[in-house]
């Protein structure tokens, strides 16, 4: 945790004011639509360490991308751990641990070919919703308090979107993973996660080392218009 806690004050220190994410990669395309930003985002499994960003600055681009997400009532419920280094390769030694516990032995070998391929990557984020926040809104708006469940699993897939996205406009790769609950204790645990928070999806993250597989597109059906 001493690694944990140094590393969290040298991205702060870091990090300044006049930050402003203008990194680019050379080849990018003078103008790019939002909509062309949107398809660079795929699902990358064959992810690696050659990152040329500093840790400061996706650390800085995950937050941004987060903050401009909306929230019901602007409850700004999701909560971010961001995992560079040793504590990357932990996280993945303990997704390993409690999937060997939980996972029959004759289909373990196959899961623990998956969690060392997002070991391989540059890091991994951790989404979280704080359920302490969103119990005062119950609270608060009684009338809605069966949604606001609801409202911050919204809220984080669109915080998971966001940042998926921003990384993907920088050239890098990602996966999004769900070993959650599996792994919830264990985790908050060793990175002294708030008891009240939720851990809704993991993000790993690198360098592009394979080409994403063929994406199967949706039906015209499953889309209506009217005029």
Wanted: hydrophobic share 40%.
């Amino acid at each position: 945790m001493a690694l944990l806690s140094k590393l969290g004050h040298v991205l702060t220190a870091d990090i300044t004011k006049d930050f402003k994410l203008k990194i680019k990669s050379a080849d990018e395309p003078a103008a790019v639509t939002f909509v062309d930003q949107l398809k660079k985002r795929r699902s990358i499994y064959d992810l690696g360490k050659r990152v040329h960003y500093s840790q400061a600055y996706i650390a800085e681009l995950i937050q941004e991308s987060v903050r401009s997400c909306p929230s019901a009532y602007n409850s700004q419920s999701t909560r971010i751990v961001i995992l560079f280094g040793e504590s990357h390769q932990q996280f993945w030694n303990i997704v390993r641990n409690v999937e060997r516990r939980n996972v029959p032995m004759s289909v373990f070998e196959g899961v623990d070919m998956k969690i060392g391929k997002c070991a391989a990557a540059f890091g991994t984020v951790l989404f979280y919703e704080d359920q302490t926040i969103i119990q005062q809104l119950q609270k608060k708006v009684p009338f809605s308090a069966k949604d606001f469940p609801v409202w911050s699993e919204q809220t984080s897939g669109m915080a998971q979107f966001a940042v998926w996205t921003s990384l993907a406009d920088t050239g890098l790769g990602a996966s999004l993973q769900h070993y959650n609950p599996s792994i919830d204790q264990a985790v908050s645990d060793y990175f002294n996660i708030e008891k009240n928070w939720l851990m809704r999806a993991q993000l790993v993250f690198g360098s592009i080392e394979g080409s994403a597989l063929e994406k199967e597109q949706l039906e015209e059906q499953s889309f209506r218009v009217y005029a």
